[in-house]
């Protein structure tokens, strides 16, 4: 079965750029949820989009912004990149309605050096 | 308040036996779901099992089954039979309401790594 997809997988990064991670959901799913996991922490919600619109916000800082595109596939552009952006994003997706699953992609190790 | 707690940073067990992992979580919304998750050290997030708070009986899915005591407000997972492959974190995480725009966002606990010896 199809999974949600994130790319890229890994990421490098220098202080003050900007990265921009993908994510495509499971076909027919119409919600996507980010997450940030620090090293040894566990993972922090940072935004939401249902049907293209923003949904929920968690800590997400102001330097990151996100959307939700009209295939459903969603990114997270973060900018002036700091050494404490040095995470894994995790997106996830799910079906308005079915509340009984909540699948992640294998994330994307941001690295900033 | 930390709404999802995991009180075992570490968790060892035998391979074959059974191990349980705890969770307690905190909530005034009658309605709320539960989930784990296993994360080995690839660091894919991996969906195990769900319950519902309106669900009667304990949720199961092969070798995993869901302690769910809803007065002490815990969610133990048990995992029976450890195999090596077992051998990851493991959290616990809650998604609060039964609808609405924040409906789907979930709170993970701390996590608790399993480590199954041969």
């Known amino acids: 079965a199809a999974g949600v997809i994130q790319s890229p997988r890994h990421l490098i990064k220098e202080k003050r750029e900007t990265a921009t991670l993908k994510c495509y959901p499971i076909?027919?799913?119409?919600?996507v949820y980010w997450y940030q996991q620090g090293p040894g922490q566990d993972p922090q919600f940072l935004i939401s989009?249902?049907?293209?619109?923003?949904?929920d916000k968690g800590s997400i800082p102001d330097r990151f912004s996100a959307q939700q595109f009209s295939d459903y596939h969603s990114e997270l552009n973060m900018s002036s990149l700091e050494l404490g952006d040095s995470a894994l994003y995790f997106c996830?997706?799910?079906?308005?309605?079915?509340?009984?699953?909540?699948?992640f992609g294998q994330g994307t190790r941001l690295t900033v050096v | 308040a930390q709404k999802i707690t995991q009180t075992q940073p570490g968790m060892f067990v035998q391979e074959k036996e059974a191990v349980t992992l705890d969770c307690t979580y905190d909530t005034s919304d009658p309605s709320y779901g539960l989930f784990w998750y296993k994360q080995p050290s690839s660091g894919e997030m991996i969906f195990l099992i769900y319950?519902?708070?309106?669900?009667?009986q304990n949720a199961t899915e092969g070798r995993y089954s869901l302690n769910f005591q809803k007065a002490r407000k815990s969610a133990n997972l048990v995992i029976s039979a450890s195999q090596l492959g077992d051998s990851a974190m493991y959290f616990c995480?809650?998604?609060?309401?039964?609808?609405?725009?924040?409906?789907?966002?979930?709170?993970f606990g701390q996590g608790t790594i399993l480590t199954v010896h041969p």
């Open positions: 996830a997706s799910s079906l308005e309605g079915v509340v009984t699953e909540a699948f």
């Open positions: 995480a809650m998604r609060e309401g039964s609808g609405g725009t924040s409906y789907g966002k979930l709170t």
């Open positions: 076909p027919r799913h119409d919600t």
């Open positions: 989009f249902y049907e293209k619109m923003q949904s």
């Open positions: 319950q519902g708070s309106y669900d009667q």
